[in-house]
């Protein structure tokens, strides 16, 4: 930790969002208890505060902020830490009188939300954002014959990313939902990547740039759904250039974060035009990433290898705290993750599947969800997954035989 000075408590549904840097005493992590949350328990016994749900789902964020195991945790000289603020979260904590070291819920509505996003980004938005525009559903038309995107005002993991391909997907969106204000975007076909920055006052540390692993099966059934990372892949399938060209588009974005007194982490997602080889914006996610957890868990072996710096993670909380930052982030090249989701063929996962996977050198965190597209099972490996875009690997292509073969299918 960074500080002896406070001591922290992340509390979060998914103790896999908080162990981008390990335990300890003035770092302390209150989530669910599951058979992963155990297993890290007994590694960091003292540190580790599991609640037991009264009901057979997990509890969110808000109802562990309620329960009286975190009251006892949080006291004068502790600071509390969540994956992402909400107005639920914010009202919770200001309630109880805890610290809160995340920003405001309002900016990441602001920043997040697929609307205000649009006026947030302003000339920014109208350079790097694909055409655009915001409109009632029902008053969208079908113009030509090139899909397009709609999307809700907020979505997860691209379930409010809707293609439509042809006047019948408007149509059935219109009777559904006619009413809703949607975002209409030409649709951008290529490979998509990520890139978590940490934003203090006085500095902007881009993290490494990770190929953004989508809709494959049978990871998921949303073809829009993010399943993973890649780093290897992206400095395979990304030229000098388009490096650049992501770290121009960052440093404008961050700028803004700044300007919006913004600290801490937030990630952005780029997709590269497949013919004109153009780069997009197509997110900015005002919140710690996903994978930000994973990127410090491959940080933190590459400086065992001798690599100085910091990691996201570590940066993430120094920001936080105010305190300064006079290193770099610690550059990969190496490593990938991928999730299975919860899909119409793919509800639970047999134990000896992760067994299997262990065994072959991943690591493997299972999840007790049971929602559509929610997380199931984290496989992590320190090499890449992926030979090209959209196409696996050896180590991509064993995964995905190993989840095939062991699962329970409820529907054929």
């Known amino acids: 930790m960074a500080s002896n000075a406070l001591k922290i408590i992340y509390v979060s549904r998914e103790i896999e969002r908080a162990l981008g840097t390990a335990p300890g005493e003035n770092y302390q992590i209150v989530s669910n208890e599951t058979p992963y949350g155990l297993t890290v328990k007994k590694q960091y016994p003292d540190f580790i505060t599991l609640v037991k749900s009264p009901k057979a789902e997990l509890l969110g964020t808000t109802d562990l902020l309620n329960r009286p195991e975190t009251s006892k945790l949080l006291r004068d000289d502790s600071r509390l830490l969540v994956f992402k603020n909400t107005l639920r979260v914010e009202t919770a904590a200001n ?194 990433p996903a994978s930000a957890t994973f990127e410090s868990t491959l940080q933190e072996q590459a400086r065992a290898r001798g690599v100085r710096g910091l990691t996201t993670f570590e940066a993430h909380i120094r920001a936080l705290l105010g305190l300064p930052i006079d290193q770099d982030l610690i550059a990969i090249d190496d490593g990938a993750q991928i999730i299975q989701r919860v899909t119409k063929n793919v509800q639970s996962i047999f134990d000896d599947a992760a067994k299997d996977l262990q065994k072959k050198g991943y690591a493997v965190v299972s999840y007790q969800n049971s929602t559509p597209n929610s997380d199931l099972l984290r496989i992590q490996s320190p090499a890449g997954i992926m030979e090209g875009h959209r196409s696996f690997n050896l180590k991509g292509k064993e995964i995905a035989e190993a989840i095939k073969s062991a699962h329970f299918k409820i529907e054929v």
């Open 95 to 288: 309630s109880n009188h805890w610290k809160l070291l995340n920003p405001p819920a309002n900016i990441s509505e602001r920043v997040e939300n697929k609307l205000s996003q649009i006026r947030w980004l302003g000339t920014v938005g109208q350079r790097y954002l694909p055409p655009h525009a915001a409109k009632v559903a029902k008053f969208i038309t079908w113009k030509s014959e090139a899909p397009f995107i709609i999307q809700w005002a907020h979505g997860h993991t691209g379930d409010g990313t809707i293609l439509i391909r042809k006047p019948e997907d408007l149509r059935a969106i219109q009777e559904k939902f006619p009413e809703r204000m949607a975002r209409i975007t030409n649709f951008v076909d290529g490979p998509s990547f990520t890139v978590n920055v940490v934003v203090t006052p006085e500095r902007l540390l881009m993290g490494n740039v990770s190929y953004q692993i989508t809709g494959l099966s049978p990871f998921t059934d949303n073809e829009f759904s993010t399943i993973g990372n890649d780093w290897g892949a992206a400095r395979s399938l990304l030229s000098a250039g388009d490096f650049q060209t992501i770290q121009s588009m960052t440093a404008e974005i961050g700028q803004k974060m700044q300007a919006d007194s913004w600290k801490g982490l937030f990630g952005i997602d780029f997709i590269r035009e497949e013919k004109s080889k153009r780069m997009y914006l197509i997110e900015v996610n005002a919140r710690q």
